[in-house]
């Protein structure tokens, strides 16, 4: 059984680029969060999808948008990219409507996004 | 404005003994908290999790302890294994259950030594 999975690993790009990051939930997850991770700080909540919509955000501004397929997986795009926005950026997959404890938040091993 | 704070960076212990791990948070509406575990080049993994009806929940070597008066959390490892250092994040989220939102704290490195 397939765990969440993204790519790429590693990225880099230089200020003012956009970049589009890509997840594949867990085999029979329905919802697909993202996280954005720097260096020293714990994942931040940045969006979540839940069929083929943006269900909730965090404090991100709109240069952070997302997509889901029908298949569940989901993108990531980033546009204009600041210095800032390098870190590790966390996909994690879950089920909606589960029972209680089965609706955990599983998570890729992310893509590391460096902003030259 | 950090609503869940792990104020320790760091804890060594010697295996074989206790390690506990400690969580503040500040936020009221927070019914539902987890613990997960990351090691370098990987993303977290899920340890065990509390709802806030509960004031403990135990798996294996590994126990969470829930006190709402004081929106304090606890992990407690026992015993502590090598392979057990690694980078540990408290989370919590709304809505009961686990699937909205997490709010982390910063993380807490765990090293344990032989």
């Known amino acids: 059984d397939a765990g969440v999975t993204q790519s790429p690993t590693h990225l880099i790009k230089t200020r003012g680029q956009q970049v589009t990051l890509r997840c594949s939930p867990k085999?029979?997850?329905?919802?697909v969060s993202w996280y954005q991770q720097a260096l020293g700080q714990g994942p931040q909540f940045i969006f979540q999808?839940?069929?083929?919509?943006?269900?909730q955000r965090g404090n991100f501004p709109d240069r952070f948008s997302g997509h889901q397929f029908p298949n569940y997986s989901s993108e990531l795009n980033v546009n204009a990219l600041l210095l800032g926005d390098s870190a590790l950026y966390l996909c994690?997959?879950?089920?909606?409507?589960?029972?209680?404890?089965?609706?955990?938040?599983?998570f890729g091993p992310g893509t590391r996004l460096t902003v030259l | 404005d950090q609503q869940v704070k792990q104020n320790s960076p760091s804890l060594s212990v010697q295996e074989g003994r206790i390690s506990i791990l400690n969580c503040d948070y500040t936020?009221?509406?927070?019914?539902?908290f987890l613990w997960y575990k990351k090691y370098p080049a990987e993303g977290p993994t899920f340890l065990i999790s509390?709802?806030?009806?509960?004031d403990k929940n135990e798996d294996g070597r590994f126990t969470v302890f829930l006190n709402k008066s004081a929106k304090h959390l606890s992990l407690h490892i026992v015993p502590s294994q090598p392979g057990d250092s690694a980078v540990y994040f408290c989370?919590?989220?709304?809505?009961?259950?686990?699937?909205?939102?997490?709010?982390f704290g910063k993380g807490i490195t765990l090293s344990v030594r032989p």
């Open positions: 509390i709802s806030s009806i509960k």
């Open positions: 936020n009221s509406m927070f019914d539902y």
């Open positions: 994690a997959s879950s089920l909606s409507g589960g029972l209680a404890g089965t609706d955990t938040q599983y």
């Open positions: 989370a919590a989220n709304a809505l009961g259950g686990a699937n909205s939102k997490l709010t």
């Open positions: 999808y839940y069929e083929e919509e943006e269900r």
């Open positions: 085999s029979g997850h329905d919802t």
